[in-house]
């Protein structure tokens, strides 16, 4: 075939292809039973995110999204704005329920009926949704005071969550790494991950999952008087509230504070337990022990664990404490672990294992936050954009954990990730029907979760009559 016959046989596949697109026939696939299968995309408004809805009701309960919003001021001339800032931060946050962690989504999901439903615009008639410059304005408008009231509007959240005084509440803290790509401003190298990154501190309640706050830090570990101040200045907020609630500091070695420990002797309510970097004052104190251990191992070939509790004060604290030691004997190798704490009511192995053990559910909590919900894309350049673009990921960790307290843990189910949440509640194929009197949507007769759905729903128009 000559150059000019390939040409004419290239443009006349382009305008049957052209025609083909202008009745909503794309392609034919493999025909099943000999019966023609024909794919196009003429099915009226569907959306494949029809789960938002339930989220939608969850944030009109706790109105997470309208005082993130009002934290923010709005210096934009009134006359050309099209999207308040509030109907603006549900499009990003609800966005982010979705699996779209990015501004640029926005350009191809301004159309979506159920998206504009959540952030409360008509399905078909409203107008479309924020764009992506419009996003990434937004993202970049919010000045430092104002994050600092925003940090503020989580904690306030997580008080309210709560139906009465809670007798103890543990705050869980601790860092993970964002990588950076480009020069974002307070940017480090961190020697330990092997990137430039952002370390951001989470804090969430050990007993339930819920999120605290989250606050920006740069690529290093947080400092332990940096820690400090943030514990102290949350926990007497939270104190304004819960008179008599038991606060309990809990972190690994890197969140092992003087000052904390200083501050706490004179706070009757506020306890603490947090891991405790070796020395060798420490390992002399139980190198008896050890050896007991070792011998006990090498005897019998059975894996040995014991425990251990001294008092013990370093040279810089202010007051002694209680440190308890663990030490592990396996055909690995001896392991020795320490924790300090300041309660003193409770028995060695069960604190270790029962108390400070019970931190492994906040890495739960942070792969729920940074993987599944994708908090870790720090694509702004400016520090405090990515400040603001943690909050928004906070706050859709916030209702999408909302959610599964709702929908699962009271049908007493399992908890799930994040991302199984997500594909089993949210991505639901839903078809959208704007009438003159109503808004008619409509979820496939066969979606897996019916009853559980049916059920949901049927509690949301009990609690609005």
Same mark, same amino acid.
């Given at each position: 075939?000559?150059?000019?016959?390939?040409?004419?046989?290239?443009?006349? #596949?382009?305008?049957?292809?052209? =025609?083909?697109?202008?009745?909503?026939?794309?392609?034919?696939?493999?025909?099943?039973?000999?019966?023609?299968?024909?794919?196009?995309?003429?099915?009226?408004?569907?959306?494949?995110? $029809?789960?938002?809805?339930?989220?939608?009701?969850?944030?009109?309960?706790?109105?997470? !999204?309208?005082?993130?919003?009002?934290?923010?001021?709005?210096?934009?001339?009134?006359?050309?704005? =099209?999207?308040?800032?509030?109907?603006?931060?549900?499009?990003?946050?609800?966005?982010?329920?979705?699996?779209?962690?990015?501004?640029?989504?926005?350009?191809?999901?301004?159309?979506?009926?159920?998206?504009?439903?959540?952030?409360?615009?008509?399905?078909?008639?409203?107008?479309?949704?924020?764009?992506?410059?419009?996003?990434?304005?937004?993202?970049?408008?919010?000045?430092?005071?104002?994050?600092?009231?925003? @940090?503020?509007?989580?904690?306030?959240?997580?008080?309210?969550?709560?139906?009465?005084?809670?007798?103890?509440?543990?705050?869980?803290?601790?860092?993970?790494?964002?990588?950076?790509?480009? $020069?974002?401003?307070?940017? +480090?190298?961190? &020697?330990?991950?092997?990137?430039?990154?952002?370390?951001?501190?989470?804090?969430?309640?050990?007993?339930?999952?819920? #999120?605290?706050?989250?606050?920006?830090?740069?690529?290093?570990?947080?400092?332990?008087?940096?820690? *400090?101040? /943030? +514990?102290?200045?949350? !926990?007497?907020?939270?104190?304004?509230?819960?008179? &008599?609630?038991?606060?309990?500091?809990?972190?690994?070695?890197?969140?092992?504070?003087?000052?904390?420990?200083?501050?706490?002797?004179?706070?009757?309510?506020?306890?603490?337990?947090?891991?405790?970097?070796?020395?060798?004052?420490? &390992?002399?104190?139980?190198?008896?022990?050890?050896?007991?251990?070792?011998?006990?191992?090498?005897?019998?070939?059975?894996?040995?664990?014991? *425990?251990?509790?001294?008092? *013990?004060?370093?040279?810089?604290?202010? &007051?002694?404490?209680?440190? /308890? @030691?663990?030490?592990?004997?396996?055909?690995?190798?001896?392991?020795?672990?320490? !924790?300090?704490?300041?309660?003193?009511?409770?028995?060695?192995?069960? #604190?270790?294992?029962?108390?400070?053990?019970?931190?492994?559910?906040?890495? +739960?909590?942070?792969?729920?936050?940074?993987?599944?919900?994708?908090?870790?894309?720090?694509?702004?350049?400016?520090?405090? @954009?990515?400040?603001?673009?943690?909050?928004?990921?906070?706050?859709?960790?916030?209702?999408?954990?909302?959610?599964?307290?709702?929908? +699962?843990?009271?049908?007493?189910?399992?908890?799930?990730?994040?991302?199984?949440?997500?594909?089993?509640?949210?991505? /639901?194929? @839903?078809?959208?029907?704007?009438?003159?009197?109503?808004?008619?949507?409509?979820?496939?007769?066969?979606?897996?979760?019916?009853? #559980?759905?049916?059920?949901?729903?049927?509690?949301?128009?009990?609690?609005?009559?």
């Amino acid at each position: 075939m000559s150059f000019s016959e390939n040409k004419i046989t290239e443009n006349t #596949l382009d305008i049957q292809t052209k =025609d083909a697109i202008c009745q909503g026939k794309l392609f034919d696939l493999q025909p099943i039973e000999n019966k023609r299968i024909e794919v196009s995309f003429t099915a009226s408004d569907i959306s494949s995110d $029809g789960g938002l809805l339930l989220v939608k009701n969850i944030e009109s309960q706790t109105g997470i !999204i309208k005082a993130l919003a009002k934290c923010i001021g709005d210096t934009r001339h009134q006359s050309y704005v =099209d999207h308040s800032l509030e109907e603006i931060a549900a499009q990003r946050v609800y966005q982010i329920l979705a699996g779209y962690e990015d501004a640029n989504d926005c350009n191809t999901l301004r159309n979506d009926t159920i998206l504009k439903m959540s952030v409360g615009r008509l399905p078909v008639t409203g107008n479309p949704l924020a764009s992506q410059s419009t996003m990434t304005r937004f993202e970049n408008t919010p000045r430092a005071s104002e994050l600092y009231n925003i @940090a503020y509007v989580f904690a306030n959240n997580f008080i309210e969550s709560y139906l009465s005084e809670p007798p103890v509440i543990i705050i869980d803290c601790d860092d993970t790494n964002s990588d950076t790509h480009g $020069g974002q401003q307070l940017t +480090l190298f961190n &020697n330990y991950y092997g990137e430039y990154c952002y370390m951001p501190l989470h804090i969430y309640e050990g007993l339930s999952g819920k #999120l605290i706050t989250t606050i920006l830090k740069p690529g290093r570990r947080s400092k332990s008087a940096n820690v *400090y101040g /943030i +514990l102290k200045r949350l !926990i007497a907020h939270l104190r304004k509230s819960w008179k &008599n609630t038991v606060f309990i500091v809990r972190g690994d070695s890197h969140f092992c504070s003087k000052e904390l420990m200083d501050w706490s002797v004179n706070q009757p309510k506020v306890r603490f337990i947090t891991g405790q970097a070796g020395n060798s004052v420490l &390992n002399s104190r139980i190198e008896y022990l050890v050896k007991s251990c070792e011998n006990e191992f090498n005897r019998y070939g059975k894996p040995i664990k014991r *425990y251990h509790s001294f008092v *013990y004060q370093a040279g810089s604290w202010e &007051n002694q404490q209680r440190v /308890i @030691a663990k030490i592990e004997v396996t055909h690995k190798g001896t392991n020795t672990r320490f !924790i300090v704490t300041d309660l003193w009511e409770y028995r060695a192995k069960a #604190l270790y294992e029962k108390g400070y053990c019970g931190r492994g559910r906040m890495e +739960l909590n942070i792969k729920d936050h940074k993987t599944y919900l994708h908090s870790g894309r720090m694509s702004c350049h400016s520090f405090y @954009a990515n400040q603001f673009r943690l909050f928004l990921h906070s706050a859709a960790y916030v209702l999408m954990h909302s959610l599964e307290e709702n929908m +699962l843990k009271k049908k007493g189910l399992a908890a799930v990730t994040m991302k199984t949440l997500r594909e089993r509640f949210i991505k /639901i194929a @839903a078809q959208v029907r704007e009438l003159k009197t109503k808004i008619k949507v409509e979820f496939p007769a066969s979606c897996p979760q019916t009853e #559980l759905l049916e059920n949901y729903f049927l509690e949301i128009g009990q609690l609005r009559r």
